[in-house]
C-alpha cells in the first residue's frame, strides 16, 4: 500500500488539503498529514492542537514534522499544498526544502498546489515545467518553464494551480500511485458532472 | 452580510463540508460550523472535540447543534453534507428534522448534497424536485421527482450529488445568496480547468 504524507500549516488551503487527502485515501493510499508550525511568528499561531484553514476551519493534523519521521524512506508522495500564509510557511522552512530535495533524488514523488508551488523555488529543484497559482507565477516563471496547464507532471514533481484543479491533481497522483485503472475506480463515485474535464 | 449554518457530524465526508464552507467564505457569506452528535452510539463517537470525517480527516466543528441557535432567525441558509454515517446521524436527529422544516417554512435556503438528501425524507419535506447521490438514490425517488442533475434548486431546498458536484453546488448557493455578480467574482482565482461545466 504506497503512503503519502500532506503538509498543513495555519493559512493552507483547506479545500487543497481536503480533496487531495480524501482522494488519496480513496484510492487506497495511507494518507497521513503533518502539520508545519510557523516558526517566524509563533505568538499569532493558533495551534497545536489545530491548523486554521485559510477560510477559518480547524484542522486537527495526524502528526507533527519531524526530518527523521517524514522522509522518503517513509513515504511514496509528499504534497505541499497552496493558501498563501500556509505555503509561505512551508517554503521557508529548511525542514521542508530538504525533504523536498531528498524526495526526488530518491525518486519518490511530490505534489505542489497553488502557491505550495513555491517550496520548489526556496528548495532550489532544477529548471524544468511547473505550474502555479495565477498569484505566484511572477515568482517562479523566470526560474521554470511555467506552463498554465491544470496538472504538470515533470518526473517526480507534479505541480497544479488552484482549488479548482485539485481533483485531477488528486487523481494524477492516485493513478502515479496506483495506476490509471484505479483512478477510474474511484472517480465514478465522486459524481463529477457530466462533460467535467477530468 | 449573510449567514450560513453548515452541518458535521462522524462520517461526514470531509469534501463536500470543506468545499462547500471556503466557498461560502469565499464568497462573503458569515458561515459556522456546528456539531451533530451521533446519540444512537456515543460510545463509539471520537467528539468533542472534533468530527471525525469519512475519509478520516479531523475537523474541529465552530459550534455544537442547538435548536434555539441554529434557527432560520439566526441563518440564511442551513446545509446538510453528505458523508453515509454523518448524513444518518442527521436524518435521524428531530432537532435537525425540526430546523430543515423550520427553514422552508420560513423561505429561508436549505441545501443538501450526496447522503445528505435523505433529511428531505426524513423531515418529510413535500414532493419535489431533488437529487442525491447515486447510493441512496432508491430511498428518495418514490417520494420526490427525482432528478440526475449536478445541482437541483426548488424553491428554497437546493439538493446535489457528491464531491465531484459540490463546486457547483456551493457556487449556486453563493448566486443564491449574494447574486450572480459575486458567484463569477470568485470563480476566477479557484482557477477551474477549461471547459468546466460550471
Redesign the interface.
Known sequence: MPAALILIADGT???EF??T???L??GGVK?T?AFVPDLSSPSVSVSPP?AK????????PDSYLDFGECGPDKYDLLVIPGGAKGAETMSKSPTVQELVRRYIQEKKFVGMI?AGSLVAQSAKLEKQPITS???VKAQLENEFDYSEK?VVVSDYLITS?????T??FALTLVELLCGKERREEI?G??????????
Open positions: 488551503e483547506e479545500m481536503t480533496i487527502y480524501d482522494v485515501v480513496r494518507t498529514s489545530a484553514g485559510s477560510r477559518g476551519i480547524n484542522i486537527i497553488c497559482h495565477p498569484s491544470p494551480r488552484g482549488p479548482g484543479t481533483f485531477p472517480r463515485p465522486m459524481v463529477f458532472p457530466a462533460n467535467t474535464p477530468f
